[in-house]
C-alpha cells in the first residue's frame, strides 16, 4: 500500500522559504510509472496544482507560481521536496503530496500539512 | 489558466441521482481524456473517485461515475447517501502540460 507523509515547519515568516519534505513508502520514488506532485488548498477555498516532479528529475509549475518553486527528488531517502520562495500571507495553505500515475490520476494523497505565512 | 467552472452547490435526498458539472476548453477538458475527480470530506485531503473521465479506482463504490461531452465533464452519483455529503472537485490535464482544477461543487443530502 502507498502512503505519503508531508513534513515541515507549520509556520513561515513573510518574504522567506517555505519548505516542505513528502515521505513516500510503498512505492519507488525512482519508478518510470510514477510523477510526483504538490497541491495546496487555501483555507476554505478551493484545489491548486503547483507543480509535478518526475523520476528523471524534470519538473513542471505552476505558470502562477513559477518563478517561485523548486521541487527536487532525494531517492536515497524516498523523498521529494517543495521549496517556495518569497511567501506572504497569500501562501497560508494546507499543502499537500501526490502519486501521479496518469495524466489524469493523482492517488493517493498525504494527509496535507497546514504552513501559515506570518510574523 | 482559468479554474474549471463547477457548479458552487448540488443537493439530493437520499436514493437520488445527482450530476455535478466541470466545464472547461478545448485546451483542457475538451482536448484531453485526463479529467478526474475528487471527494473531499471536511478537514480531510481528497479522494480519487474517478480518473482519466470514466475510471473508478479499486474500492471506490460504483454508485459514482464520470463522462465527457466536449468540454464538459461530468460527475454522476446514483443512489445518493448521506456519506456522499463532502465537496467535490474536478481536474483536467491542460496543453501546457499543467493541470487546473474546477471552483469546487458542496453536495448536500437532504
Known amino acids: 500500500q502507498v502512503h505519503l507523509q508531508e513534513s515541515g515547519p507549520g509556520l513561515v515568516k513573510p518574504s522567506e522559504t517555505l519548505s516542505l519534505t513528502c515521505t513516500v513508502s510503498?512505492?519507488?520514488?525512482?519508478?518510470?510509472?510514477?510523477?510526483w506532485v504538490w497541491f495546496r488548498q487555501p483555507p476554505g477555498k478551493g484545489l491548486e496544482w503547483i507543480g509535478s516532479i518526475k523520476s528523471s528529475g524534470r519538473t513542471y509549475y505552476n505558470p502562477s507560481l513559477k518563478s517561485r518553486v523548486t521541487m527536487s527528488l532525494d531517492t536515497s531517502k524516498s523523498q521529494f521536496s517543495l521549496e517556495l520562495r518569497s511567501v506572504t500571507a497569500a501562501d497560508t495553505a494546507v499543502f499537500y503530496c501526490?502519486?501521479?500515475?496518469?495524466?489524469?490520476?493523482?492517488?493517493?494523497w498525504g494527509q496535507g500539512t497546514l504552513v501559515t505565512v506570518s510574523s | 489558466q482559468s479554474a474549471l467552472t463547477q457548479p458552487a452547490s448540488v443537493s439530493g435526498s437520499p436514493g437520488q441521482s445527482i450530476t455535478i458539472s466541470c466545464t472547461g476548453t478545448?485546451?483542457?477538458?475538451?482536448?484531453?481524456?485526463?479529467v478526474s475527480w475528487y471527494q473531499q470530506h471536511p478537514g480531510k485531503a481528497p479522494k480519487l473517485m474517478i480518473y482519466d473521465v470514466t475510471n473508478r479506482p479499486s474500492g471506490v463504490s460504483n454508485r459514482f461515475s464520470g463522462s465527457k461531452s466536449g468540454n464538459t465533464a461530468s460527475l454522476t452519483i446514483s443512489g445518493l447517501q448521506a456519506e456522499d455529503e463532502a465537496d467535490y472537485y474536478c481536474?483536467?490535464?491542460?496543453?501546457?502540460?499543467?493541470?487546473?482544477f474546477g471552483t469546487g461543487t458542496k453536495v448536500t443530502v437532504l
Open positions: 501526490a502519486r501521479r500515475l496518469t495524466r489524469g490520476r493523482f492517488d493517493p
Open positions: 478545448s485546451s483542457d477538458v475538451g482536448g484531453y481524456n485526463s
Open positions: 481536474s483536467s490535464y491542460t496543453t501546457s502540460d499543467t493541470y487546473v
Open positions: 510503498g512505492a519507488s520514488i525512482s519508478s518510470s510509472d510514477s510523477n
